[in-house]
């Protein structure tokens, strides 16, 4: 029979380049295949989730190619199903109902205990009911084996280690472990292709597919983890890990998604930059690497020139304006307006291209002598960008309370240092749509920037 896989992200955030590898491992397999790739949400923790990405998601994936065959569909959609699924467990006495907090067990236990849960309701029969959340029963004496195409061969784990986890919260709502595993049999799921932080969830998830008597496992293909050129785990704080920060910096998906094939898995020999077709031609699960994968920056900065080298002159110009016209898409009504000539709505929006705005010495100078505040603004805005969510009006108002704190009097001087820092220059563009469209990282750089000039004393760029 034809594979059926998922991709089943949760929608928190940006989409990680972790993300993407197991999206792309997922298509790969399944177009070699010729199985189905499924697209689900997994949005089942609703303090963690933003809606908003569930697009952001669906782009991104499109920007690699990525096509799925089934869905999106979106876990919460099925919480009924969930929900029942755990009466049923509760009614065959595989699940529990606990009202236990994390501090209680934390004082019930005895000083270098295991980490878990100590099972104090196991046999209290509490009834089930809002307020309490509700644990699987896991079998004292069995193990939870599962086949990995990846480790290449079983994988075992007493089941005593895993614990009775919590499969429903207090308030009703399955978690994710639970509805994971629901989904995929519903699914009809054959093999499942994750990430291998998920290697604990995965022995909870067999304990769970057996106690439901949901038939034959899927097989299991757990990737292994991606790591920075210096050897460290991806982070957010190090590294470049939204997908979409590299769309934004003029990366060509193609290229992309190559380098991203080439993160724990290869296609033999020293070949590195290959056609799609190649890749999926060639690509099998049990040639994923076990350990971990490098991924570079450098080496897939390398990897775009080649892409990038390798286009038609007119194809390349026509990616490159389509790349530019996106990017100033949003700002085009308001430079439009403002616009005499098209030279001039160049000069408007030239500060998003450039890795640094060119600050003339004079009209840093210029703005600092008229904006006495200019630092203190710049270091206030600084703090108050790094959290604020990124969206114009968001912006504006944390550059309002950005002035206050520098103490200005005038609060329409707050804007200034900001455009300088920014766009090197003292009019142009609505600046808090400018700022939104440059990206939060891009301003924080600028903002530090500027005040490192400011404060060295060179105050100028060139
Ligand atoms: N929703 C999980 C995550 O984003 C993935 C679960 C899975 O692939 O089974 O990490």
Not at 165 to 190: H, T
Not at 340 to 345: D, I, P, Q, V
Not at 376 to 400: C, G, K, N, P, S
């Amino acid at each position: 029979m034809a594979p059926r896989v998922r991709f089943a992200p949760s929608p928190t955030g940006y989409f990680h380049v972790g993300s993407a590898r197991t999206a792309l491992f997922n298509w790969m397999f399944a177009r070699q295949q010729g199985g189905t790739f499924i697209l689900r949400i997994e949005d089942t923790d609703r303090s963690r989730n933003q809606p908003e990405q569930i697009d952001g998601i669906q782009r991104a994936m499109r920007w690699l190619g990525l096509d799925w065959d089934e869905g999106p569909f979106l876990q919460s959609d099925s919480a009924a199903r969930h929900r029942e699924v755990v009466d049923q467990l509760l009614e065959e006495g595989r699940a529990y109902a606990c009202d236990c907090t994390p501090e209680q067990i934390e004082a019930r236990k005895p000083p270098g205990s295991p980490p878990g849960y100590d099972g104090y309701h196991r046999e209290r029969g509490l009834t089930p009911g809002l307020g309490r959340a509700v644990r699987f029963r896991a079998p004292l004496d069995a193990e939870s084996i599962f086949e990995d195409v990846v480790a290449g061969g079983a994988v075992r784990e007493p089941s005593r280690n895993i614990g009775d986890f919590v499969i429903r919260k207090g308030n009703g709502d399955a978690l994710f472990i639970l509805a994971n595993v629901v989904d995929d049999a519903d699914m009809r799921i054959s093999h499942v292709i994750r990430g291998n932080d998920h290697l604990s969830n995965t022995h909870k998830y067999v304990l769970l597919w057996e106690a439901l008597r949901l038939g034959p496992l899927p097989v299991f293909a757990h990737l292994p983890l991606m790591m920075n050129a210096a050897g460290k785990k991806l982070s957010k704080r190090r590294d470049k890990v939204a997908v979409e920060d590299y769309r934004d910096d003029g990366y060509l998906p193609e290229a992309f998604r190559n380098y991203l094939a080439l993160v724990g898995w290869s296609p033999g020999g020293d070949r590195e930059i290959l056609p799609i077709e190649e890749m999926v031609a060639e690509f099998r699960l049990e040639d994923v690497t076990k350990s971990s994968g490098m991924f570079d920056e450098r080496k897939l900065l390398d990897v775009n020139k080649k892409y990038i080298l390798s286009l038609r002159p007119g194809d390349f110009l026509t990616r490159a304006t389509a790349w530019l016209s996106d990017r100033t898409q949003p700002l085009a009504p308001l430079v439009q307006e403002r616009s005499r000539t098209l030279a001039e709505a160049w000069a408007m929006v030239d500060f998003l291209y450039q890795p640094k705005p060119c600050i003339e010495r004079d009209t840093l100078q210029r703005s600092a002598r008229k904006v006495p505040e200019f630092g203190a603004i710049l270091a206030a805005a600084e703090e108050r960008y790094a959290t604020v969510e990124w969206r114009a009006d968001a912006i504006r108002q944390a550059t309002v309370e950005a002035g206050d704190a520098a103490g200005v009097t005038n609060r329409a001087r707050s804007q200034e240092p900001v455009r300088v820092a920014v766009t090197g220059r003292t009019v142009g563009p609505p600046l808090f749509e400018s700022l939104e469209v440059l990206g939060r990282d891009r301003t924080l750089a600028r903002l530090a920037d500027a005040r490192a000039r400011l404060d060295d004393g060179t105050g100028a760029t060139r």
